[in-house]
T-cell receptor
Framework: DGGITQSPKYLFRKEGQNVTLSCEQN?????MYWYRQDPGQGLRLIYY???????QKGDIAEGYSVSREKKESFPLTVTSAQKNPTAFYLC???????????FGPGTRLTVT | AQSVSQHNHHVILSEAASLELGCNYS??????LFWYVQYPGQHLQLLLK??????LVKGIKGFEAEFIKSKFSFNLRKPSVQWSDTAEYFC???????????FGRGTSLIVHP
């Protein structure tokens, strides 16, 4: 059954700690994306990758980092430099950047 | 930069009412247009899309959308909503040479039984 998995579903961290959110897809998609979803603000793009070993900053990349060492995987690290990390994080992929995106179930991160 | 406006942030309807959610975008060239839906507790999923051809596109669950190029609009419609249509709806636009879609802020739809 093809799809996108994100783990964990809920994540709690103390302020000052880095945390890595997992995103895996078995759809053989080239493009992958990370979004942040806050109430009333829609989806804001953090990072995207159109191909393995390449990624670009989105609109709100400060305080985040990513890697794309494998086609299937696009982990997101929320660093201690991110001022307001508590949010719902969505990973997505598409067969090509011009086509529709498929979304994972999301990870809700709470930093206290 | 491309911008997408969803004018209705919150919509409350009774079952069997008709629905129209507005979506307007800023770029005047060739665009790919999408509506996504997020049901409570579920993944964001594609509702329908427009790339070219017939400007009236049909999606899942009886939804349809009409691309009106002159109005830069891609409004979502359903003639008769059901309680199960309660969800958040997002419009997204790809265009202007960018391969990154721009999402609207979303519309929260609540349908009362």
């Amino acid at each position: 059954d093809g799809g996108i998995t994100q783990s964990p579903k809920y994540l709690f961290r103390k302020e000052g700690q880095n945390v890595t959110l997992s995103c895996e897809q078995n759809l053989n998609h080239d493009a992958m994306y990370w979004y942040r979803q806050d109430p009333g603000q829609g989806l804001r793009l953090i990072y995207y990758s159109q191909i393995v070993n390449d990624f670009q900053k989105g609109d709100i990349a400060e305080g985040y980092s990513v890697s794309r060492e494998k086609k299937e995987s696009f982990p997101l690290t929320v660093t201690s430099a991110q001022k307001n990390p508590t949010a719902f994080y969505l990973c997505a992929s598409s067969i090509d950047a011009a086509y529709e995106q498929y979304f994972g179930p999301g990870t809700r991160l709470t930093v206290t | 930069a491309q911008s997408v406006s969803q004018h209705n942030h919150h919509v409350i309807l009774s079952e069997a009412a008709s629905l129209e959610l507005g979506c307007n975008y800023s770029y005047g060239g060739t665009v790919n247009l999408f509506w996504y839906v997020q049901y409570p507790g579920q993944h964001l999923q594609l509702l329908l899309k427009y790339f070219s051809g017939d400007p009236l596109v049909k999606g899942i669950k009886g939804f349809e959308a009409e691309f009106i190029k002159s109005k830069f609009s891609f409004n979502l419609r359903k003639p008769s909503v059901q309680w199960s249509d309660t969800a958040e709806y997002f419009c997204a636009v790809l265009g202007g040479g960018s391969y990154i879609p721009t999402f609207g802020r979303g519309t929260s739809l609540i349908v009362h039984p």
